[in-house]
Nanobody, 126 residues
Framework: QVQLEESGGGLVQAGGSLRLSCTLS????????MSWWRQGPGKEREFVAV???????YYTGSVKGRFTISRDNAKSAMYLHMNNLQPEDAAVYYC????????????????????WGQGTQVTVLS
């Protein structure tokens, strides 16, 4: 059974930091490109960041320079370090996995991703 599980969400003051984690079970983690998405209240789900199997990263513009995506294949885990959080970053954050046949492949289209987690809430107080 494939399972993606996010953790690390919480309540933080504006300007603060959080680290989200995502673990994949039931599949070989190193075969997957991994990504983060978020959905704020009343908003559409939006792309946040993606990391290829080989570690190439890509971010949406609003988080570039503040968020860092990383992965640890030995732990089957992916992370999102979020710094200088702002109220507009408040959302449910989801991780997703896509089977990637190339080590540098990545995508920012949700249709490319095979598995999704249940989400973790991030709340930012102004």
């Amino acid at each position: 059974q494939v399972q993606l599980e996010e953790s690390g969400g919480g309540l933080v003051q504006a300007g603060g930091s959080l680290r989200l984690s995502c673990t994949l079970s039931g599949r070989t983690f190193s075969n997957y490109a991994m990504s983060w998405w978020r959905q704020g209240p009343g908003k559409e789900r939006e792309f946040v960041a993606v990391i290829s199997r080989g570690g190439t990263t890509y971010y949406t513009g609003s988080v570039k320079g503040r968020f860092t995506i990383s992965r640890d294949n030995a732990k089957s885990a992916m992370y999102l370090h979020m710094n200088n959080l702002q109220p507009e970053d408040a959302a449910v954050y989801y991780c997703a996995a896509a089977m990637a046949y190339g080590s540098e492949w990545y995508d920012a289209d949700p249709r490319a991703f095979d598995y999704w987690g249940q989400g973790t809430q991030v709340t930012v107080l102004s």
